[in-house]
């Protein structure tokens, strides 16, 4: 995390950043299919959202030591989430697809 906030300095110098470690469920699945609770919304308003991790994605999002604790039903404050040194096998196109930003490379 170290390396990634020196690299991503000049992006995130003036604002305020939040940490949320990836491998717990950080929203309530009941919370995020109705109108979301402040911590939430405020994630999930968010101008950048970055995901770091190595082999964060993974093929099955059901198995117990999935590493990035997210399903289709949780998904919706870290809707625009860029990723950024992660790697893994993505088999789970649904969650990812409704959960990444699409514009960044």
């Not at 717990?24 to 991790?53: I, Q, R, W």
Request: proline share 4%.
């Amino acid at each position: 995390m170290q390396c990634v906030k020196e690299e991503l300095k000049d992006i995130i110098c003036n604002y305020f950043t939040l940490s949320i470690p990836t491998h717990l469920c950080a929203f309530n699945t009941l919370e995020c299919l109705g109108n979301l609770p402040d911590s939430a919304s405020k994630v999930a308003s968010s101008k950048y959202k970055f995901v770091c991790g190595t082999n964060l994605l993974s093929g099955n999002m059901l198995h117990r030591t999935n590493q990035w604790d997210i399903n289709i039903l949780n998904c919706k404050p870290i809707v625009g989430s860029i990723l950024v040194g992660v790697g893994g096998a993505p088999k789970s196109r649904l969650v990812y697809k409704e959960t990444l930003q699409k514009g960044f490379v």
